[in-house]
């Protein structure tokens, strides 16, 4: 089982930067791939991006295609999500998951708030 904990979200002006971690509990953290989603009130929760378990292979939604960057320290059992270029629209919940050997996100931290003022 993986535990995992997002931080690092935050209020910033349009244009603006964040950068979220997520930490995984466990020696098996770093085999796992780790998705980062979003959900906004009142709407459904949207894939962001992913990454494999070496890293070495990424995956983004169009819609933060070129603005954001997932990396992974696997030392740190750490997953990170550069966010430049923010934009209003970016405003939601952002949680981390851990893919299981099935495909399915099995484990989800509590997620973290970012807001984007225009």
């Known amino acids: 089982q993986v535990q995992l904990v997002e931080s690092g979200g935050g209020l910033v002006q349009a244009g603006g930067s964040l950068r979220l971690s997520c930490v995984g509990s466990?020696?098996?953290?770093?085999?796992?791939?780790i998705g980062w989603f979003r959900q906004a009130p009142g709407k459904e929760r949207q894939f962001v991006a992913r990454?494999?378990?070496?890293?070495?292979?990424?995956y983004y939604a169009d819609s933060v295609k070129g603005r954001f960057t997932i990396s992974r320290d696997n030392a740190k059992n750490t997953v990170y999500l550069q966010m430049d270029s923010l934009k209003p629209e970016d405003t939601a919940v952002y949680s981390c998951?851990?893919?299981?050997?099935?495909?399915?996100?099995?484990?989800w931290g509590q997620g973290t708030q970012v807001t984007v003022s225009s």
């Open positions: 998951a851990a893919q299981g050997s099935e495909g399915e996100y099995e484990y």
């Open positions: 990454i494999s378990w070496t890293g070495g292979s990424t």
């Open positions: 466990g020696r098996t953290f770093m085999s796992y791939t």
